[in-house]
């Protein structure tokens, strides 16, 4: 009998395109090309009335306006996107915004050690199971959203089969489908995070369970075990978060307890279903868990004093006020909080070609330059009554750019035959998300910033991805690459590049 992987042929993946209206120009909005028309009419008028001379003004004014928006880098960004960041970023300094302080000498109340930023108006409650476990819940008071954080194990891949990984793939695709069924959905972030294995939790048990009895060698072979492989593994934890907003939402313990009883029915049968996506044993997060990993990623040298704590048995309460930075400095290429600096990255183009089921393995998995990494998948899946009205309306678009001109562009005649092949999938019952990928680095401040900043912007590119740091907004991608539920759209004024 042939061994069935030996004739394998790997799937593949690909077809995504980037979601918007065409304008007449290259790279404008229909937005922007009727802002554009206004504009031509009232040098039209002044040219009319005031003569050809007055109306050089208004028509160089419009040309600066067109060039701004219309020439891009390779990042899809605009000469205006780039001045609106340099504008935020002198805003923030002069308005003292890049600075935070907490802790008992600081302007917060009581003391506390309080989250800065996107989570300062963030709480945490802690609502219980049908079984009796308590569970976080996550409430964004200024959204008036709320996260339920599961707490997953994946095994990896070394020891599973192609075939098995393309049907958990499959099951991943379908979760994701049926995500957009659950009631007042926002967005569904995957986190991943690598960190060097302190040793402390391995030493714990096993010291636990050395029987007083037992031989001297048997002891002494232990502790060389311990010894040599304190400081040398990787630990490599996982979270999905699911963030709803209801639409008559209550704020406080009435809006939490409102969340749960609609939601807590369901948390079990996620919970399963991820198990076969490859999440291994998939199960709720409690308060103190998140609370301590939060704790770590703002402060991470009391990383060994809690694992030392826990792997002692002793208990490990932290509250939620008290989980922030003590200082924390938001600069323009990097963020700073205690005895560490982290720079974060965001996905601006999607992998153009077919891709395999490994193709993020080089931004994942853990590497020797760079100390601590998070990686953040958001996804926001798209009601099923809206997805043929976006698809249709992606394949107008496309048709609409393929047309411009005499001979369209290799690039227009990808996204008109990607937004074809969308539009088929969805006939045949496929879901529709907007997706994006954020990655944070973090090291100590006596560490080589250069090496790391050189080692991390070196990943995307082996996994196919276009990213770019979050320049003036670092402190805004920290959080949102810790799993909390922030999304960073939902804070943003400005038209999003996003990735269909």
């Not at 250069?450 to 080692?455: G, L």
Request: hydrophobic share 40%.
């Amino acid at each position: 009998m042939s061994d069935p992987d030996s004739v394998y042929s790997p799937r593949t993946y690909g077809h995504w395109s980037v979601p918007g209206s065409v304008g007449v120009l290259k790279g404008t909005t229909l937005g922007q090309t009727l802002i554009g028309i206004i504009g031509l009419f009232v040098v039209v008028l002044v040219m009319t009335f005031k003569g050809v001379l007055d109306a050089l003004i208004p028509f160089g004014v419009l040309l600066a306006w067109i060039a701004m928006i219309v020439f891009r880098d390779k990042d899809q960004l605009s000469v205006s996107d780039r001045l609106m960041e340099r504008i935020g970023f002198m805003m923030k300094s002069l308005q003292g915004q890049r600075t935070f302080r907490s802790g008992p000498l600081s302007r917060v109340p009581h003391g506390n050690f309080r989250l800065p930023g996107l989570l300062a108006d963030s709480r945490m409650w802690a609502p219980v199971d049908p079984w009796g476990n308590e569970c976080a819940l996550v409430e964004h008071r200024s959204l008036g959203s709320w996260s339920i954080i599961i707490n997953a194990c994946p095994p990896g891949v070394g020891l599973i089969k192609p075939t098995d990984i393309d049907r958990q793939i499959g099951h991943w695709g379908n979760w994701l489908a049926n995500s957009a069924d659950i009631p007042n959905i926002e967005s569904v972030q995957c986190v991943l995070r690598a960190a060097p294995d302190t040793g402390e939790l391995l030493a714990g048990e096993v010291n636990r369970r050395v029987n007083p009895a037992a031989p001297e060698f048997a002891c002494q072979v232990m502790s060389d075990v311990i010894r040599e492989s304190s400081g040398t593994a990787s630990s490599v934890h996982a979270w999905v978060v699911i963030t709803v907003k209801p639409r008559k939402g209550k704020a406080g313990k009435a809006g939490a307890e409102a969340v749960w009883n609609q939601l807590s029915q369901s948390v079990q049968g996620w919970c399963e279903h991820l198990g076969w996506t490859g999440m291994g044993v998939a199960r709720p997060a409690t308060p103190s868990e998140i609370a301590e990993m939060v704790k770590i990623a703002y402060d991470p040298l009391s990383e060994a004093l809690i694992t030392e704590a826990r792997a002692g048995g002793a208990p490990v309460r932290i509250a939620w006020e008290d989980v922030g930075p003590s200082a924390a400095q938001a600069d323009w290429d990097s963020y700073r909080h205690d005895s560490h600096t982290s720079q974060t990255i965001g996905m601006t183009l999607a992998p153009r070609s077919l891709v395999t089921s490994r193709v993020l393995e080089p931004l994942l998995r853990p590497h020797l330059q760079i100390p601590m990494k998070r990686v953040a998948l958001v996804f926001t899946p798209i009601p099923p009554s809206s997805t043929p009205e976006v698809v249709e309306k992606e394949r107008d678009h496309a048709d609409q750019q393929a047309s411009q001109g005499r001979r369209p562009s290799g690039r227009a005649q990808k996204r008109q035959m990607d937004a074809k092949i969308a539009a088929d999938e969805e006939a045949r019952g496929a879901g529709l998300v907007l997706f994006s990928i954020l990655a944070t680095a973090t090291w100590s401040n006596d560490a080589d910033a250069e090496a790391v900043k050189e080692a991390f912007s070196g990943l995307p590119p082996a996994s196919h991805l276009r990213m770019r740091p979050l320049f003036n907004a670092h402190d805004s991608g920290f959080a949102a690459t810790l799993p909390l539920g922030v999304c960073l759209g939902h804070y943003s004024s400005l038209p999003q590049l996003k990735a269909m």
